[in-house]
């Protein structure tokens, strides 16, 4: 019985209790952030209560051992002192029940994280999304309003008393010109600038995904906390 | 066999809740290790089908006929797990052992009998059933990947060539099995009518947390092998009347079964009028649009009405599907198919008839359990 539950490896250890660290809050804040500790709260609080489980139903199974063998000495009967003969498939249905508990658990486990974190990587990508779309609806304002002050600027440039109808039209040419070639560079240059920071920000990703990977391959544990905070 | 003895027999087993199905497993995998191969890893959802089976079972021990069916489905279903003639002895011992163990002191010769004769009869019909369907089908279609095309952040599109070829009806379903995923089966709509050469187009949403739909939704599915269970449903015109227009509506990849279906219709030589209202969370979730507003260029007698229910920007039709679709019209003359979240095929078939369309015009089939 005890084989089941001490080969339970992927659970939280006194020692990383005392490792554990958290990503601070953002500038101009004090402390962790908030929602890091509570998560691990609850995995210290689940923690808590499956050793407290596990140590009540192995408290029982010693004293039910300890009856056993006080009983069947005093019958003076050696043989099977343990389980009687039908007894012992019962046990094993019992251990290996107990083992695919444990193995449901596991599983149950990892599908909720895995849910937590795919629903974390849906809304960042939400807010992703709306800042990009925020950020190029300034892009255009911005260009737009430069670009606007460059016609302005061509029209005002040396206007004469009274303009021909020709010369007119030519300076509102000019001044078109002058927008559409501010409104290009404006927009040009910051589209590139912000292009490049998510191709950045892509890259990034990229060589730590692949980082963790080889991590995986290479069977190192793998930090399984350390990912989301 | 006395019935109302087995129901009695069984309600007090059944009292040990999860316990049941636990020792049931447990016993047969100590029995017979070779079997625990055709299961998942996780056996929380098995030992729910397991009672759920034996439930059914039991309380529908004196029809027959419902039996009968229900039984000879079950057999067809697990050829594609891998069952074969001979486990059906190992489970019927299994399963003695089982109700033995839970009964206590209840348990008697008597009751042994009829339990054992029971169960004979179950396990007869299921692997006839199974003998039977061996003539007509594989146990399952080897399927190869032959594209898998990212179309949302959320959503891909597969195309699957099954080995040997497989018969179907449009609006049809077929159980998957991934190789990254062994065990476990999901089911997903064929998302086209028969084509000649024979591919199959799926439409998979990753769902949070789903093991299936996540390995499903990667880009390393292309090349690679999965295997099909028979084709499942009855989401198909054949419930339909011949002549009558059709309504058409489709919570995100619900699309895929609408689709089959709009492509059969297209091939006929006198369509009737088709209005398939496609909706989804955001526009860019609209992963078939493209190909729909095509099909509606080309066709006069079919429209097609894009919904987005979160999406302030979005030039079309805004707000939920079930709002969308009733505020257009109340339908009542047209056979309505509805496929898509559980939760928007109940209120829009809700809707539908509570504006006059008749039950029997109303077409939907739950498959919400096998998103995951």
Redesign the interface.
């Known amino acids: 019985v005890t084989t089941v539950w001490s080969d339970e490896t992927d659970r939280i250890t006194p020692e990383e209790l005392q490792i554990v660290t958290f990503p601070m809050t953002r500038l101009g804040r004090r402390g962790y952030e908030e929602d890091a500790v509570q998560e691990f709260l609850v995995l210290v609080h689940a923690e808590f209560v499956r050793l407290m489980n596990e140590r009540a139903s192995l408290w029982q199974e010693v004293q039910r051992l300890r009856k056993r063998i006080v009983a069947a000495q005093a019958d003076g009967d050696s043989s099977g002192v343990l389980f009687g003969e039908a007894d012992a ?2 046990h ?3 251990i ?2 107990a083992a ?2 444990t ?2 658990r596991y ?2 486990d990892a ?2 994280y ?3 974190v ?2 974390e990587a ?1 809304l960042r ?1 939400d807010d992703i999304v709306r800042e990009a779309h925020q950020h190029s609806d300034m892009i255009l304002e911005e260009a737009h309003a430069r670009a606007r002050e460059a016609a302005v600027t061509a029209l005002n440039e040396a206007v004469p008393q009274s303009p021909s109808p020709s010369e007119r039209e030519w300076q509102a040419a000019q001044a078109e010109l002058a927008y559409l070639r501010t409104y290009g560079d404006v927009y040009r240059a910051h589209m590139r600038a912000y292009t490049e920071g998510v191709l950045r920000g892509i890259e990034d990703w990229e060589n730590r995904q692949a980082a963790s990977l080889h991590e995986v391959s290479d069977g190192q544990p793998v930090a399984r906390r350390s990912i989301s905070w | 066999v006395d019935i109302v003895r087995l129901r009695e027999s069984f309600a007090r087993v059944a009292m040990h809740g999860d316990e049941v199905p636990l020792f049931f497993y447990s016993d047969l995998f100590i029995k017979n290790p070779e079997v625990r191969d055709l299961f998942p890893i996780s056996m929380e959802a098995q030992r729910g089908h397991l009672v759920e089976a034996l439930v059914k079972i039991v309380s529908q021990a004196d029809n027959a006929e419902e039996l009968g069916a229900f039984l000879s489905g079950l057999g067809r279903d697990h050829r594609k797990f891998g069952a074969v003639a001979g486990h059906y002895d190992a489970v019927g011992a299994s399963l003695l052992a089982t109700l033995e163990h839970f009964s206590g002191p209840a348990w008697t010769p008597e009751l042994a009998a009829d339990w054992t004769a029971a169960y004979q009869l179950i396990a007869s019909v299921m692997t006839e059933a199974a003998r039977v369907d061996e003539n007509v089908h594989p146990p399952w279609w080897k399927g190869k990947v032959v594209a898998c095309e990212q179309r949302a952040f959320n959503i891909s599109v597969l195309f699957v060539r099954p080995e040997p070829s497989l018969d179907y009806r449009p609006g049809q379903s077929v159980a998957m099995e991934c190789p990254a995923r062994p065990r476990l089966w999901r089911y997903y709509s064929i998302a086209n009518a028969p084509r000649p050469d024979g591919l199959l187009e799926f439409h998979v949403r990753l769902v949070d947390g789903g093991a299936v739909s996540l390995a499903l939704t990667s880009a390393a599915m292309a090349g690679t092998e999965v295997r099909l269970g028979p084709p499942v449903g009855v989401l198909t015109l054949d419930a339909a009347a011949a002549d009558r227009d059709l309504l058409l509506v489709a919570g995100s990849t619900g699309l895929a079964p609408l689709k089959a279906i709009l492509e059969q219709v297209s091939s006929r030589s006198r369509p009737p009028r088709v209005h398939l209202f496609f909706g989804a969370r955001t526009a860019g979730e609209l992963y078939d649009l493209d190909s729909l507003e095509k099909m509606a260029a080309q066709h006069p007698w079919l429209t097609v009405t894009p919904v987005v229910s979160e999406g302030p920007k979005f030039a079309g039709e805004t707000g939920s599907l079930p709002d969308v679709v009733c505020r257009k019209d109340n339908w009542s003359g047209r056979d309505a198919f509805l496929a898509g979240g559980s939760e928007m095929v109940r209120e829009t078939a809700a809707r539908l008839a509570s504006a006059g369309m008749p039950q029997d015009q109303i077409h939907t089939e739950d498959f919400g359990w096998s998103e995951l």
């Open positions: 498939h019962v094993a249905v019992r290996l029940s695919q508990v193995a449901d599983v149950a599908q909720a895995s849910s937590r795919t629903e849906r990508r």
